[in-house]
């Protein structure tokens, strides 16, 4: 009887470790049969691109993906990783189609990147928009003045530490900022125009930083559609001319029981953290105060 239930025991361990392999296959690896659509998640404070840029490469090149879902749930991020994302996704739409479903906010550079889509999809009450640009530079001088500290920084190049918290920003290095700003401000515009086809006077009107809801952006022609994520798969499913339930592939991401602990107090963190937090003073982001 013992000899029966150890036979027992190591059939059931390998047809879970069968099903177990399987599933990781057609999770991680996309190895399934059936028309595939696969999704891009873009998710908090854009910064670093590495795992989405991957996945949006990999899903274009795949001939057996036949469209591609981005789902974006940000307030934006920094102004490089951005405008990287939006062209790689841009290179997806020349070959198959790209919906877009946002979640709960979708706005500043979360929107710039929406924009690269065939299709926006909202909720009624998705907040975004928030078209602008932002740098924001905390200054301690008369702080650090009360407590006897001074800096006293050596440089090469007049504007070398323009931005600096140690002191204020003279008429002329404002007005300098001012022209970074502006200038990537129309790219910001342009790039939307174009991908909507829009005037870009009109998307003008809408680029002074306000948030929109989901409702008043399909007003606005910022957003295509009213509904979900899954509503976006079913359009894209007629789109496609698939029968029956497509199968989706999601990105590839490495698995860390530490990362799965963590992730949530470090994403956090880094949402209230933003604006120190980036590789690039310059934001499309949406503030959070």
Known sequence: MRRGIKITLIILIVLVSVSLLSFILAGIT??????????VEIEGVIMDTKDVLEDIVRFREDNDIKGVIVRINSPGGSTGPTQEIFREIKKIKEKKPVYVSMGAVCASGGYYIASAGNKIYALPST?????????????????????????????????????????????????????????????????????????PETVKKYADGRVFTGLQAKTYGLVDVIGTYHDSIEDMKKVLNIKGKPVIVKGKRPFSILKLLVSSVVKEFYNEMYNTWSSSPFKFIMPLR
């Open 30 to 39: 996309g190895l399934s049969f059936g028309e595939k659509i696969a999704i």
């Open 127 to 199: 907040i975004t928009g928030s078209i602008g640009v932002i740098m924001e530079n905390v200054v301690m001088e008369d702080l650090l003045k009360k407590i006897g500290i001074q800096a006293e920084p050596i440089k090469a190049g007049i504007y070398k530490d323009i931005g600096s918290p140690f002191r204020k920003m003279k008429q002329e290095e404002r007005a300098y900022i001012q022209e970074i700003l502006n200038s990537i401000h129309d790219q910001f515009i342009k790039d939307i125009a174009d991908s909507r086809r829009m005037n």
